[in-house]
């Protein structure tokens, strides 16, 4: 007998397709985010389907602190879209920026960042290169998200975040196929969103994104 997943699942993404629900951080009212659609939402996590995209990523960065890392990762992407690219060419800032996060075994050892930059539509058929930077492209993918406020520290916060995203997941439809998509992706456990620029003090939206894949939802 077929799981109830087969047939909930299905209709939760012909309903997302035909009313195209979205629900944007406020950010994205002022520049270019990615777009996506609303698959579902639960009690503290959502549900989304995300189109494909190009995004120019940094190399892996080690490193104990997630805040060094990030800010490290942003000056390079700051200095491509200022022009330091093959065509010297100036690039419209986007948001958020995106830091996949690989943790490490334990407290004093550096964990892995791979920090990102969502490429403008206008640029996405071609990006221009740069040396030190990778294109990552991305089919549809499907991101487990939670949503938190203010500005990100080193400790425990966003770690405490994913956990919470993780937890929450439970009892949902949608828990083997989050936990699936960590297994298939293990240079990322979790990714940190950042919409807002370091000047900006309130209304700070960020975000934990736990990707899975088109086929992982398939039971």
């Not at 390079?76 to 419209?92: A, C, H, M, V």
């Not at 998509?181 to 000047?199: H, I, K, L, M």
């Amino acid at each position: 007998m077929a799981s109830p997943t087969h047939f909930i699942l299905p209709v939760l993404l012909l309903a997302a397709h035909l009313l195209g629900s979205r629900a944007v951080p406020p950010t994205c009212e002022r520049i270019e985010c990615p777009s996506y659609d609303v698959v579902d939402k639960g009690n503290g996590f959502e549900i989304r389907l995300y189109n494909s995209t190009q995004w120019m990523s940094t190399s892996s960065i080690d490193d104990i602190s997630f805040v060094n890392a990030t800010r490290t990762g942003f000056l390079r992407l700051f200095d491509y879209i200022q022009g330091k690219n093959k065509y010297g060419e100036k690039i419209e800032m986007t948001a958020p920026v995106i830091t996949q996060v690989a943790p490490s075994d334990g407290p004093f050892c550096a964990s892995s960042f791979v920090v990102s930059f969502f490429v403008p539509k206008k640029n996405q058929p071609n990006p221009p290169p740069a040396d030190g930077l990778q294109l990552q492209t991305w089919g549809l993918k499907y991101a487990a998200v939670r949503q938190f406020g203010g500005f990100i520290s080193d400790g425990d916060s966003v770690g405490e975040e994913a956990a919470a995203l993780y937890s929450s997941l439970q009892g949902s439809i949608w828990f083997s196929a989050v936990s699936k998509g960590q297994t298939a992706d293990p240079t990322s456990a979790y990714t940190v969103a950042q919409y807002n620029s370091p000047f900006e003090f309130s209304g700070r939206v960020n975000e934990i994104w736990m990707m899975f894949a088109m086929d992982s939802h398939r039971i």
